[in-house]
């Protein structure tokens, strides 16, 4: 069975500093990868994904994403927080044809001022 | 291009009432998802169509949830009767499952309080 795990509940961080959110995967062959945002009152959205290929992806907002097929981790990474970076961010793996993802717990990101 | 339409957005309820949800998704996607979002938790597949057909449906409570999707576009999700776990936000999703997307556009959720 598919499997996510996000180790920080909440993470604070300071306006203009680096971040970067852990996410660990149990999947049983190459998965399918998802990073996902959501505000207050919203649903998800889709930050960035990886399916094949170069390992390092880009996605939306500024936000990157490194999969490390070895340590089964997919984490996000920003260079720099915008206050409006602000929200809860969710992990999701699924398999074969993508058909079904499986989400994480989510972490919380607070930026301060 | 519409996203998915979710109705209604708010719901108070009594246990032992019925409730239902509805939702529109993309135009042109095949497979709609419901996904249950207990608070401080994330998403958790409740069922999967594709097309008319509920494909995964093996985490949902049958003794009290039912879904359609009739003409494999809209789709209803009941609970009769609700009970006080089932507060939650149901968030209803669509994809084009098929074309290597994997890619889920989610609508903006149904908030049920059940009292």
């Known amino acids: 069975a598919q499997s996510v795990t996000q180790p920080d509940i909440h993470i604070t961080v300071s306006e203009g500093a680096s971040l970067e959110l852990r996410c660990n995967y149990s999947?049983?062959?190459?998965?399918?990868l998802f990073w996902y945002v959501q505000s207050p009152g919203q649903g998800l959205q889709l930050l960035l994904k990886?399916?094949?290929?170069?390992?390092l992806v880009q996605g939306i907002k500024g936000f990157e994403a490194e999969f490390k097929r070895s340590q089964s981790s997919f984490n996000l990474r920003k260079p720099s927080v915008h206050w409006s970076d602000a929200a809860e961010y969710f992990c999701?793996?699924?398999?074969?044809?993508?058909?079904?993802?499986?989400f994480g717990d989510g972490t919380t990101l607070t930026v301060k001022p | 291009e519409a996203g998915v339409v979710q109705s209604p957005r708010y719901k108070i309820i009594e246990k032992k009432q019925p409730v239902a949800f509805w939702c529109n998704p993309i135009s042109g996607h095949n497979t709609l998802y419901w996904y249950r979002q207990n608070l401080g938790q994330g998403p958790e597949l409740l069922i999967r169509y594709e097309n008319e057909e509920a494909v995964d449906d093996s985490q949902l409570p049958k003794d009290r949830f039912s879904a359609e999707r009739l003409k494999g576009v809209d789709s209803t999700l009941k609970i009769q009767p609700a009970e006080l776990g089932d507060s939650a936000v149901y968030l209803c999703?669509?994809?084009?499952?098929?074309?290597?997307?994997?890619?889920?556009?989610f609508g903006e959720g149904s908030r049920l309080t059940v009292l």
């Open positions: 999947y049983g062959a190459t998965p399918y």
């Open positions: 999703a669509s994809s084009l499952v098929g074309m290597n997307t994997g890619e889920l556009f």
């Open positions: 990886y399916f094949s290929g170069d390992t």
């Open positions: 999701a793996v699924a398999g074969t044809n993508a058909g079904k993802s499986t």
